[in-house]
C-alpha cells in the first residue's frame, strides 16, 4: 500500500539523517539509564544504608522531578525557538543528579539527586521527540518517533541486565555501573554538541 511505502521510504530518510542518528544514540543512552536507574534503585541506595520506603520516597521524587521537567522545559523551548541547547541542557544537568545517586551519602542530598535526574533526563524525551520529527521532515512523525522508542526498549533491557551483572558481587555496590552510565552520559553530551539546530526554528517562522 501507499502508507507502507512512505513510511519505508521515511525510513530510509531518516536514516540517511546525521543528526537523527546521533538522536537515536542519545535516546538509547537516555531512556536505557531511565529504566536501569529505576529498576535497581533499591540496590543502588541499599548498600550505603538506606531502607526500602525511603528508596520508595526517591522513586518517587524522580518522578515528580521528571513530570515537572517533561512539561516546563518544552514549553521554554517552544518559547524560545530552539532545540539543541535544551538538549545539552538536560543531558549537562542530568550528571550531577547521576552522581548524586552514586555517592550521596545524606538522605537530603539523594533526594536532591533523584529530582535532579529525573528532571533532566525526563525533560529530554518531549524535546527529543519534537525535533525528530522536525529534522526528518516530511517523513511520517509517527515512525520516528517509534523509532525513538524501540531504540528504549531494547536499551532499556539491556542495561538492566548490565548494570546487574556489573555490580560488586561482595556488597551489592553499584558504583561501577552508575559511574559507566554518568561515563555514556558525557559521551552523549559531546554527541549532542555536534546536532545542528532543527530546522524548522528559522528567523520569521
Given at each position: 500500500?501507499?502508507?507502507?511505502?512512505?513510511?519505508f521510504?521515511?525510513?530510509?530518510?531518516?536514516?540517511?539523517?546525521?543528526?537523527?542518528?546521533?538522536l537515536?544514540?542519545?535516546?538509547f543512552?537516555?531512556?536505557?539509564?531511565?529504566n536501569?536507574?529505576?529498576?535497581?534503585?533499591?540496590d543502588?541506595?541499599?548498600?550505603?544504608?538506606f531502607?526500602?520506603?525511603?528508596?520508595?520516597?526517591?522513586?518517587?521524587?524522580?518522578?515528580?522531578?521528571?513530570?515537572?521537567?517533561?512539561?516546563?522545559?518544552?514549553?521554554?523551548?517552544?518559547?524560545?525557538?530552539?532545540?539543541?541547547?535544551?538538549?545539552l541542557?538536560?543531558?549537562?544537568?542530568?550528571?550531577?543528579?547521576?552522581?548524586?545517586?552514586?555517592?550521596?551519602?545524606?538522605?537530603g542530598?539523594?533526594?536532591?539527586s533523584?529530582?535532579?535526574?529525573?528532571?533532566?533526563?525526563?525533560?529530554a524525551g518531549?524535546i527529543?521527540?519534537?525535533?525528530?520529527?522536525?529534522?526528518?521532515?516530511?517523513?511520517?512523525?509517527?515512525?520516528?518517533?517509534?523509532?525513538?522508542?524501540?531504540m528504549?526498549q531494547?536499551?532499556g533491557?539491556?542495561?538492566?541486565?548490565?548494570?546487574?551483572?556489573l555490580?560488586l558481587?561482595?556488597?551489592?555496590?553499584?558504583?561501577?555501573?552508575?559511574l559507566?552510565?554518568?561515563?555514556?552520559?558525557?559521551?552523549?553530551?559531546?554527541?549532542?554538541?555536534?546536532?545542528?539546530?532543527?530546522p524548522?526554528?528559522?528567523?520569521?517562522?
Open positions: 500500500s501507499d502508507e507502507r511505502v512512505m513510511m521510504d521515511g525510513l530510509r530518510s531518516m536514516l540517511r539523517r546525521r543528526d537523527f542518528i546521533l537515536l544514540v542519545i535516546f543512552v537516555g531512556l536505557g539509564l531511565f536501569g536507574v529505576s529498576t535497581w534503585i533499591e543502588i541506595i541499599r548498600p550505603r544504608g531502607t526500602i520506603s525511603q528508596a520508595g520516597l526517591l522513586g518517587g521524587l524522580m518522578l515528580i522531578g521528571g513530570i515537572l521537567g517533561a512539561v516546563a522545559m518544552p514549553l521554554l523551548s517552544d518559547k524560545l525557538r530552539r532545540r539543541k541547547p535544551f538538549i541542557l538536560a543531558l549537562a544537568g542530568l550528571l550531577p543528579g547521576l552522581l548524586g545517586m552514586t555517592f550521596a551519602a545524606n538522605y542530598l539523594l533526594l536532591l533523584g529530582f535532579l535526574l529525573g528532571f533532566f533526563l525526563l525533560s518531549p527529543g521527540f519534537q525535533y525528530a520529527a522536525e529534522v526528518t521532515h516530511p517523513a511520517p512523525e509517527g515512525t520516528s518517533n517509534t523509532l525513538l522508542i524501540v528504549g531494547v536499551s533491557i539491556a542495561f538492566i541486565f548490565a548494570m546487574d551483572a555490580k558481587r561482595a556488597t551489592g555496590a553499584m558504583t561501577a555501573p552508575l559507566g552510565l554518568a561515563g555514556l552520559t558525557a559521551v552523549c553530551l559531546l554527541l549532542a554538541t555536534r546536532l545542528r539546530e532543527s524548522i526554528w528559522k528567523p520569521g517562522t
